[in-house]
C-alpha cells in the first residue's frame, strides 16, 4: 500500500525515529505485528531491493506509528523521509502478542530498539495495566529515554544501562530475576542474547513467556521460507516441524517453541 | 457500448495468449517456482486468476525441511537464498493444496526435483495421476542440495536423462529449467530437447556466497545460495538469446523480471513465456501487474506472439 | 615524537603488504585490466604510488580498435560493457606509456591477450625484455572477441595450452585470469596451475546482454558483452571461495569491489590481493581509497595476511 | 567532489531542471563543458549505479548550475534535490567550445534541452555578441521558453517548433539553411537527427561546423573507453583512428570528424 509520511522524527536520540505514516488499510494493526517497508522506489533505484520490516510501536485512526534506529543502508533511505513523501508499506502482518489474561502480572522485557511493539501492547492493556511492568535495557541513558512514552501511559518502567549510566547497571535480564511470580508471564523484544537468558530465565522460574523474534525476511508473508528458525525439540515432535517461520507464525512465539541452542 | 469494450478485452486476451507447445497459456505470465508459494497465499493480495500460471514451490516425494538459516541476504540488486528446498513434499501438495488450487482457471504447473532420476520419474508419475496440474517443471538446477540437484544441471548427459525418465513417466507438458551455471547453454538445450522435453525454462539463481567481514563467516547457513532478483537479468536476457538460436522447443524467460518492459525484452529475445520470481517478494501483485502491462501493450502494438525472438539484430 | 609516527606507519606499510609468489606487492589492492586505462590517466585524481600494482588495459600484439557503440549499458547495480579491448597494442604500450608509467614505486602488470597461443607467448615474451613491467597478467577469459578469447577461458585444456606458453615465454610473475562462464571453477584452477602459472586472478566479467525493448534491438553495438560492478560480487566471491578450496597458489579476488569492508570479504574468502574494476568509474579514487581503508583495518585489527582464507565455517 | 545544492527548481517546463550547486574546485568549468554527477549515495544504493553525464549550463564564482530534462531513473532522482543536500560532481570534463573569431557569425543550432551548452558560451561572447544568433528548436512554446536565459543575453533567438505552436513549424535545421553565410561559423547541439541534419548543411554550404555529442559513459575521463564513436574517413586516414571518445576528445567535435552514416 502506498502510505503518506505524516511526519518523521528522531526521537531521544539522532539514531532513533518514529515514523508516522497514513494508514487506509481496513486492517488495523495489533500489538506484535509488523510491517514491511519499501526504502527506495523502484521507478528509480532497485537497490536495496528487500522491503525492511519494523513492528507497529502504535496505531490509530487512519495512521500508524514505527520507531526505528538507524542501523544501516535502508534505515538510513528511511531516515530522509520527509512529510508528505510515499513509501510502500506492507502489512500488519504476523501474528500478535496473545492477550495477556486479567490474572497475570505481565512482565516486559525490552532491549534497545527492542522496545518498539511494547508501546502498542501497553496501550491496549486495561485493568491489568497497575500490574504490569516494563524492564528495558538500554546501553546508555540517553537510549533509555525511549522508555519515556511508555512510562506515560502509566507502565512502571524499570531502566538498566550496560553503562551503569542510569538506573540499574549490567544486562536487564539479572533485573527481571528478582521479580517474577508465580503468576508472572514475561512478553520479550530485543537481541537475540537477551531473548535467550529471558526464555532460560522464564524456563527456570516455570512461567509462560513470549519473545518477539527477529530474522532475515524477503517476503514477510510466509512464501520464501527465508525467516526459518529451528523450532523447539518438543515442537519438532509434537507438529513433526524443524522449523518455524518468524512472518507469518510468530513474529511472537511461546519461548519453549525456539531452539534457543541453534541461534 | 458495453458490447464493443467486451469485443476489445477478448481481442486483447487473444493477443495476450502464448502457446508453449501443447500448453496453452492465457497470458505469458507465469509465476517462478518457490517465489508464489502453492499460489494459495497470493489470494489476500491480487487475483490469481490473472495469471497464464503458477508452478508451485519445488516438491520432492517426501517432505523436506530445508537448511538452517540464514537463509537468505540481501545483494546489490538482489537477493542470494539458501532454502534448501524445503517443501511439504508431493503427497500433502496432493491433498492439501491442490484441490484448493485448481479452483483458479489459471493453469498449475508442479516444479520437481529428486536426489535420483527415479525419484524425478516418480514424481512424474504421481503427478499425472491427479487432476489439476497442467505441466511438470523438472528444476534440475537447484543449486541448493547435496546430492543430485547442480551435477543433473551442468552435465548434458545427466540432464538428458533426468529429462527422458520423466518424458516417459508422463504425459504431461514437461518443461525443463536449465541452470545458468554452464559455459553452453546450447550444448543444455539441444541435450534436454533430444530426450523430449516440450519447453526449456532459464534460468534458474546463479550460484554465490555472501561473508559478513565483522563475525568474519559466511551469512548464510548453508554457506553457499542461489542469486536472483533485477542483478541477475542481464545474465538470464543473454542465456534466453543464446538459448533461442538453436532451440526448437518454447523457451520461457526467467531471471529478475519486474516490470511489463522486463518481460518484452525477455519475449523479444527469444521467450514465449516468462516467470516472475523474486518480485513477488517485494510486492506480491507483482506478476499480476506484469500482466496489465503486457495488456496495455498489446492494445497499443497488437499480438504479443509477434514479439516472440522479434529482436532486431 | 616524528619517529615514534614513523614507525607505526611502517609497521601498519608492512602489515599491508602481500606476497603472491614472486610477486611483493606494498598492499594487496591492484587496479583491474580494462577499468584504470594505462596507469596515468589517474594520476589528476589520486596517488597511483598507493596502490599494491596497476594492470595495464588489456595489451594484443597489434593496436586494436574495438567494437562499434554502444559500447556500455547500465544494468541494476551493474553495467555491461563491450569495449571489444580496444588498445594502443604492446609497441606503443611500451614505446609511449611505460617509460611515464614506471616511474611509479607500484608494480605493474600488463595484461595480455591473443587469438592464438603463438600471440600469447610473443606479447609475453616481448614484455619480458622490457624494464618495468612486474607480471603478466593472462586474459583467457574476455567475452568480446570473435576469436580466442572464450574459448580459451571455458576449456581447462585450452586454457592450459595458454598458460604453458606464455610460462615458457617468461621469467615474468605469470597470473591468469579466468571466466565465470564455467561449470566448475575448481577445474579450471588445477588445470591453469599444472600449466605453470604463479597466480589465479578471478573473475572476469559475466557474459550478458541488455534490450532496448522500445527499439527492439540490443543496446550494445557488439550485442553481447560482460556484466561487473556490485551486482555480480555474490557470483565473484563464491567463485573465490570455491577456488580457493583447491588451489595452491594466491589467488586475487575481482568482481564489484568498492570498498575496503567487500576487499576483507574476498581476503577472508581467500584471495591474496584483489583488483578493483567498475568502482573507479564511480569514484576514480576508489583503488586508493580501499587501500585506506585496509590501513584503517590492520591498525585494529593487525596483519592482513592472517586474513587471507580465514573464513570461519 | 562533494558538492551542495544551492537550489534546484523546474524551469520552464516541469520537466525541466536548473540545478545550482556550490563549487571549490580550482577549474572552472569552460563553455562546452561537462561534469559528471553521482545521483545515488554509494553508502545508501548501488543503483543507478554509473555517475551521468550534464554540460554546464552556467559557471560564477564558487558556483555551477546544470540545465537538464528528467528522462529516467536518475534525472528523477535528481530532480529530488533539494537545498542543502550533497551530491557528488566529477568535473569539468572534456573539451569546450572553440572560441569563435571576431570575424565569424557564429550560428549556434539548439535542440531540446541541447541548449543547456549554450548559456556559458553565449555569456563568454564579446563584441561578436550582436552577430550571434540562436536557432532553437524545442517541441511546444512551452519547452521553447527554455531559450528565454541567452534572449536575455542579448543574443538574437529564433524558435522553431515542431507542433507549430510558436515561431517556425517543422525542424530548427529548415530555418538555419537560409541564414547561412560565408563566414559563418555553426556550433550545434541537440538530438541526433538534428546534429546530422546540421553537419550536413554545414558540409553542402562549406562552412565550420562544431557539434556536442552524447554517447553512453561510464568514467567521463578517457579510460573506459565505452563513449567511442565512429570517426570519418578523413580522421581514419590522418589519424589512424577508426573511434573518437566523446568524453575526453569531445563532447564538442569539428562536424568533419564524425561518420555521421554510422550514428
Ligand atoms: C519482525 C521484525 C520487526 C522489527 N521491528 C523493528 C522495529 O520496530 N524497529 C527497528 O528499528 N528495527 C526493527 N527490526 C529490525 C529491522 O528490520 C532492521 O534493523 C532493518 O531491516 C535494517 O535495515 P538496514 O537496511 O538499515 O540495515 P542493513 O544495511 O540491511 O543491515 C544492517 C545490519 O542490520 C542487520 N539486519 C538487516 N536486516 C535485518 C533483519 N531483517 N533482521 C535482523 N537484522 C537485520 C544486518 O545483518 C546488519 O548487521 C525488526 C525486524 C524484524 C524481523
Ligand atoms: C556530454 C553530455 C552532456 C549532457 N548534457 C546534458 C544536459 O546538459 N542536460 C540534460 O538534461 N542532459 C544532458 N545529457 C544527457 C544526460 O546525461 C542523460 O539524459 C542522463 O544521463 C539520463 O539519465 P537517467 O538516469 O535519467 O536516464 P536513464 O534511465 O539512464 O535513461 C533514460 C533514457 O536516456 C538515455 N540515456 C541514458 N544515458 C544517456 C547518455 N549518457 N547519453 C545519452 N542518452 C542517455 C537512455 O538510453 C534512455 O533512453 C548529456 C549527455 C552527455 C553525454
Ligand atoms: C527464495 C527462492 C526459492 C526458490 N525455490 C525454487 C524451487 O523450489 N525450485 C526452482 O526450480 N526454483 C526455485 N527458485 C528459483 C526461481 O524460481 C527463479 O528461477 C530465480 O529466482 C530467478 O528468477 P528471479 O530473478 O525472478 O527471482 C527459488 C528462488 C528463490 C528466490
Ligand atoms: C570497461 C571494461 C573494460 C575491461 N577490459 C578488460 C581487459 O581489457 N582485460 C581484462 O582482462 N579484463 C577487462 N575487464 C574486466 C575487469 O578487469 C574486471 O575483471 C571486471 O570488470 C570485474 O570487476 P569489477 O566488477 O570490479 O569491475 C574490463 C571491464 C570493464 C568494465
Ligand atoms: S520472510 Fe518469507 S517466509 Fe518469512
Ligand atoms: S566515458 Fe569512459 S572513455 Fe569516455
Not at chain 1, 518502567?157 to 538506573?167: H, I, W
Not at chain 2, 542470494?80 to 528446498?85: K, Q, S
Amino acid at each position: 500500500m502506498n502510505s503518506t509520511v505524516i511526519y518523521n522524527k528522531s526521537i531521544a536520540t539522532d539514531v532513533h525515529f518514529l515514523l508516522r505514516l497514513k494508514w487506509s488499510e481496513k486492517k488495523i494493526p495489533t500489538p506484535g505485528q509488523f510491517v514491511m517497508v519499501s526504502v527506495s522506489d523502484a521507478s528509480t533505484s532497485l537497490d536495496p531491493l528487500l522491503r525492511r520490516p519494523f513492528s507497529v510501536f502504535d496505531a490509530g485512526k487512519g495512521w500508524i506509528e514505527l520507531l526505528y534506529r538507524v542501523v544501516g543502508r535502508g534505515t538510513s533511505l528511511m531516515s530522509t523521509l520527509k512529510k508528505g513523501d510515499k513509501v510502500d508499506v506492507l502489512g500488519p502482518l504476523g501474528k500478535k502478542f496473545p492477550t495477556p489474561k486479567e490474572k497475570n502480572k505481565l512482565i516486559m522485557v525490552a532491549g534497545g530498539i527492542g522496545i518498539a511493539p511494547f508501546y502498542l501492547l501497553s496501550k491496549t492493556l486495561k485493568n491489568s495495566k497497575k500490574d504490569a511492568v516494563l524492564f528495558f535495557g538500554a546501553r546508555t541513558k540517553v537510549d533509555a529515554r525511549l522508555s519515556a512514552p511508555i512510562k506515560k501511559l502509566g507502565i512502571k518502567v524499570k531502566v538498566s544501562t550496560e553503562d551503569g549510566s542510569l538506573g540499574r547497571a549490567g544486562y536487564v535480564t539479572d533485573a527481571v530475576l528478582d521479580f517474577i511470580e508465580k503468576d508472572s508471564v514475561i512478553y520479550a523484544c530485543g537481541p537475540m542474547g537477551m531473548l535467550k537468558a529471558t526464555a532460560k530465565l522464564a524456563k527456570d522460574a516455570g512461567v509462560l513467556c513470549y519473545v518477539s523474534l527477529e530474522s532475515s525476511m524477503a517476503c514477510g508473508i510466509g512464501v520464501c521460507l527465508g525467516c526459518a528458525l529451528k523450532a523447539s525439540e518438543d515442537v519438532k515432535k509434537t507438529k513433526d516441524k524443524e522449523y518455524v517461520l518468524v512472518c507469518s507464525e510468530g513474529p511472537v512465539f511461546n519461548s519453549k517453541d525456539i531452539e534457543w541452542e541453534k541461534l | 457500448m458495453g458490447k464493443v469494450i467486451k469485443k476489445s478485452t477478448k481481442k486483447t486476451s487473444t493477443q495476450l495468449s502464448v502457446r508453449l507447445g501443447t500448453l496453452e497459456l492465457a497470458n505469458p505470465v507465469i509465476t517462478a517456482s518457490g517465489t508464489f508459494g502453492y499460489g494459495l497465499e497470493f489470494k489476500a493480495y491480487m487475483n490469481i486468476d490473472n495469471l497464464g500460471a503458477i508452478i508451485t514451490k519445488g516438491l520432492s516425494l517426501k517432505p523436506r525441511k530445508g537448511n538452517p538459516g540464514p537463509r537468505i541476504v540481501e545483494t546489490p540488486s538482489g537477493m542470494i537464498n539458501a532454502i534448501g528446498l524445503a517443501n511439504i513434499g508431493v503427497e500433502a501438495f496432493i491433498n492439501e493444496k491442490l484441490p484448493l488450487l485448481k479452483k483458479t482457471k489459471t493453469k498449475i504447473i508442479a516444479n520437481i526435483f529428486g536426489e535420483t532420476v527415479r525419484e524425478y520419474s516418480e514424481l512424474a508419475k504421481r503427478l499425472s495421476d491427479v487432476e489439476g496440474v497442467s505441466a511438470l517443471e523438472i528444476n534440475i538446477s537447484c543449486p541448493n542440495v547435496k546430492k543430485g540437484g547442480m551435477s543433473f544441471g551442468t552435465d548434458p548427459k545427466e540432464a538428458a536423462r533426468v529429462v527422458r525418465a520423466v518424458r516417459k513417466a508422463t504425459r504431461l507438458h514437461v518443461m525443463t529449467k536449465l541452470s545458468p551455471n554452464v559455459s553452453d547453454i546450447k550444448q543444455m538445450v539441444r541435450s534436454v530437447e533430444s530426450a523430449g522435453t516440450d519447453s526449456v525454462s532459464l534460468i534458474n539463481t546463479i550460484p554465490a556466497m555472501a561473508i559478513n567481514a565483522e563475525t568474519k563467516r559466511p551469512v548464510l547457513g548453508n554457506v553457499m545460495g542461489g542469486l536472483s532478483g533485477p542483478a541477475i537479468k542481464p545474465v538470464a536476457l543473454r542465456m534466453v538469446y543464446e538459448a533461442a538460436s538453436v532451440a526448437t522447443v518454447p523457451l520461457v524467460g526467467i531471471g529478475g523480471i519486474t516490470t511489463a518492459v522486463d518481460a518484452i525484452e525477455f519475449i523479444l529475445a527469444g521467450a514465449s513465456a516468462v516467470q516472475i520470481g523474486t518480485a513477488s517478494f517485494i510486492t506480491p501483485s507483482a506478476s499480476e501487474s506484469v500482466v496489465s502491462g503486457l495488456k496495455e501493450y498489446v492494445k497499443k502494438n497488437g499480438d504479443i506472439k509477434k514479439l516472440i525472438g522479434a529482436l532486431k539484430v
